[in-house]
């Protein structure tokens, strides 16, 4: 994206606890239930798009998944990962990068990305994001958890775009196909309610 949204990731997690942003889970429940369900094969090549310093991967490495990537674009809350899973940190493979400066030397089987893709706001970045994940993700699935339409405006400051299923599916058609999908509400750190819509998506082949 650029240097500003970089320095402002790189802030946020340099000056905040996990207790101090909005975005915290302590089980990543609907994550986890849907990659299960996407596969159960351990060794899948697996991405965390946005990762950060997310218990996702840590859940991951418990179910036994060993092929796992976490990307984000804050090399903080990547040494904030590493230095929270110790030992085990060796298993995962870390990224930084802004995923649109991503360039991928492997396929994945399963793309996972909680609330990153609702922060590119533009049709030049979405649709480059689109192409990076079609020609990722081989015979596949992309799990996407997005702000829904009842959900927040901004987020950490910056502004998002909201979606429904219809609008999701019809950004993604002919690359992707809708497994499965949900709303759901998220209770954050603050006791505030947030409303996303997760989606399962299936690698259209052509």
Request: include cysteine; glycine fraction near 6%.
């Amino acid at each position: 994206m650029n240097d500003h949204f970089k320095t402002h990731w790189e802030d946020v997690y340099k000056n905040k606890t996990s207790d101090q942003v909005s975005w915290t889970e302590l089980k990543p429940v609907h994550s986890l239930k849907l990659i299960q369900n996407a596969s159960t094969v351990k060794n899948i090549a697996i991405i965390d798009i946005g990762g950060g310093d997310s218990l996702l991967v840590d859940y991951l490495l418990d179910e036994g998944y060993s092929n796992i990537t976490v990307l984000d674009i804050s090399a903080t809350a990547i040494e904030r990962a590493k230095k929270r899973l110790g030992g085990k940190a060796g298993k995962v493979t870390w990224v930084v990068s802004d995923i649109l400066d991503f360039y991928p030397e492997k396929h994945y089987g399963i793309w996972h990305d909680r609330a990153a893709f609702h922060f590119l706001t533009t049709a030049e970045q979405k649709t480059k994001y689109k192409n990076l994940v079609e020609n990722t993700v081989a015979d596949g699935h992309m799990i996407l958890g997005t702000f829904s339409m009842l959900g927040p405006e901004k987020c950490s400051g910056l502004p998002v775009c909201q979606y429904d299923m219809p609008a999701l599916a019809d950004f993604f058609k002919g690359s992707f196909e809708v497994k499965s999908h949900f709303y759901a509400d998220y209770l954050t750190p603050f006791q505030t309610s947030q409303n996303f819509l997760f989606a399962d998506f299936i690698k259209t082949q052509v």
